[in-house]
């Protein structure tokens, strides 16, 4: 067993874990703060299937994962506070 | 006029790590579209001291270090406190005062705040930030203003 | 491979894989959205930085290692954006977190 496949192991345990808390999360912001997690894990098992399968092109994929991933929380946040992503902050009155 | 090089070069060198072909049509493509952006970005207002901020460049070499280290060892007392069974959590609420003047040092103040795990600005309210820390250690340290003192100290090194 | 980068990366990588899995650990464990904001930052940045850390010293001076910095630098950048996003709109829909102490004289 190489390095690499133990380091992606972990993170698969951890992706499984942190989906409980998105399945379970009482509330919305449980399931985002996993969802981000979810994320941030995907980036990093991206980054390191690249190694395990000795092809190093993934690592732009996780670029991208990674790029987009604070968009996608911040849209949900954005959408669940006015019910619209094109909103502004006064016009919403939050 | 600096913000504008300054940013050309950063676009550039982002584009060329990213292709890894370096044929003569590429890097001629990379540096029209770098110099174009960087134009863009001068006629929207948005390249300024703010935007791209390089006169911070020398005083974040010894900044980010030390932030580094704040966040190394504070990540480890969190593990610490995940680990124990017990799960030893004292959920405090805090405020602190910024004495930083400019914005992109307060933006900093706060983002190393959120960065370092066990405290979390929640929000700005004037010059005080609020501040959710896990452990009530946690947020009489932040009160004890080193990492305030450090990040205006960053700020006045222009 | 030299024999001590070798175990360095070994190190690196077996440490950012251990940190992760206490992160998840964190972010089931806490008792509230609050806290388990904590935990999801052991990810963000101990996870993050040794994992990616460990692939930088597997690579050596590559092309490669600069696309894992450009990785690195944009989680550290955005990760407490979207932390402080979620903090700050859960403060907004008057998400009162579980507290033992209370310093802002709010009563809240």
Not at chain 1, 73 to 81: C, D, G, N, S, W
Not at chain 2, 153 to 158: H, I, L
Not at chain 3, 94 to 97: A, G, L, S, W
């Given at each position: 067993?190489t390095?690499?496949?133990?380091?992606?192991?972990?993170?698969?345990?951890?992706?499984?874990?942190v989906?409980?808390?998105?399945?379970?999360?009482?509330?919305?912001?449980?399931?985002?703060?996993?969802?981000?997690?979810?994320?941030?894990?995907?980036?990093?098992?991206l980054?390191v299937?690249?190694?395990?399968?000795?092809?190093?092109?993934?690592?732009?994929?996780a670029?991208t994962?990674?790029?987009?991933?604070?968009?996608g929380?911040?849209?949900?946040?954005?959408?669940?506070?006015y019910g619209?992503?094109?909103?502004?902050?006064?016009?919403?009155?939050? | 006029?600096?913000?504008?090089?300054?940013?050309?070069?950063?676009?550039?060198?982002?584009?060329l790590t990213?292709?890894?072909?370096?044929?003569?049509?590429?890097?001629?493509?990379?540096?029209?579209?770098?110099?174009?952006?960087?134009?863009?970005?001068?006629?929207?207002?948005?390249?300024?001291r703010?935007?791209?901020?390089?006169?911070?460049?020398?005083?974040?070499?010894?900044?980010?270090p030390?932030?580094?280290?704040?966040?190394?060892?504070?990540?480890?007392?969190?593990t610490r406190?995940?680990?124990?069974?017990n799960?030893?959590?004292?959920?405090?609420?805090?405020?602190?005062?910024?004495?930083?003047?400019?914005?992109?040092?307060?933006?900093?103040?706060?983002?190393?705040?959120?960065?370092?795990?066990?405290?979390?600005?929640?929000?700005?309210?004037?010059?005080?930030?609020?501040?959710?820390a896990?452990?009530?250690?946690?947020?009489?340290d932040?009160?004890?203003?080193?990492?305030?003192?450090?990040?205006t100290?960053?700020?006045?090194?222009? | 491979?030299?024999?001590?980068?070798?175990?360095?990366?070994?190190?690196?990588?077996?440490?950012?894989g251990?940190?992760?899995?206490?992160?998840?650990?964190?972010?089931?464990?806490?008792?509230?959205?609050?806290?388990?904001?904590?935990?999801a930052s052991?990810?963000?940045?101990?996870?993050?930085?040794?994992?990616?850390?460990g692939?930088?010293?597997?690579?050596?001076?590559?092309?490669?290692?600069?696309?894992?910095?450009?990785?690195l630098?944009?989680?550290?950048?955005t990760?407490?954006?979207a932390?402080?996003?979620?903090?700050?709109?859960?403060?907004?829909r008057?998400?009162?977190?579980v507290?033992s102490?209370?310093?802002?004289?709010?009563?809240?």
């Open positions: 067993m390095m690499f496949t133990v380091a992606a192991l972990a993170l698969l345990v951890s992706l499984g874990l989906l409980v808390r998105v399945i379970k999360g009482p509330t919305i912001f449980d399931r985002v703060i996993a969802g981000n997690s979810v994320g941030t894990l995907s980036v990093l098992l980054a299937i690249g190694y395990v399968f000795g092809r190093p092109e993934f690592i732009d994929l670029i994962y990674a790029l987009l991933n604070v968009i929380t911040i849209a949900v946040l954005k959408f669940f506070r619209d992503l094109g909103a502004s902050e006064d016009e919403a009155g939050s | 006029m600096g913000q504008v090089i300054s940013l050309t070069i950063v676009l550039l060198v982002f584009w990213l292709s890894g072909h370096y044929t003569t049509f590429l890097i001629t493509a990379g540096v029209i579209s770098a110099v174009a952006i960087a134009l863009l970005a001068y006629r929207m207002d948005i390249s300024d703010e935007g791209h901020p390089i006169h911070l460049g020398l005083a974040s070499i010894t900044y980010w030390w932030l580094v280290w704040q966040i190394i060892l504070s990540a480890l007392n969190v406190i995940i680990i124990n069974p799960l030893p959590i004292s959920p405090t609420l805090t405020r602190v005062t910024m004495t930083q003047k400019t914005d992109v040092a307060r933006v900093t103040y706060a983002n190393s705040i959120t960065l370092t795990p066990g405290t979390i600005s929640v929000d700005v309210e004037g010059d005080e930030i609020l501040v959710h896990i452990t009530s250690d946690n947020a009489s932040l009160e004890a203003g080193d990492m305030d003192r450090r990040c100290r960053f700020e006045g090194k222009v | 491979m030299d024999a001590a980068l070798y175990f360095l990366s070994w190190a690196l990588l077996a440490g950012g251990f940190f992760c899995v206490v992160g998840a650990v964190g972010i089931l464990r806490m008792p509230d959205a609050f806290t388990r904001l904590h935990a052991i990810i963000d940045t101990l996870g993050v930085g040794m994992i990616i850390a692939l930088m010293v597997q690579s050596g001076l590559t092309l490669t290692t600069a696309r894992l910095g450009i990785i630098v944009l989680v550290f950048f990760s407490p954006v932390s402080h996003a979620i903090a700050r709109s859960m403060r907004h008057n998400v009162k977190p507290l102490e209370d310093r802002t004289g709010e009563g809240s």
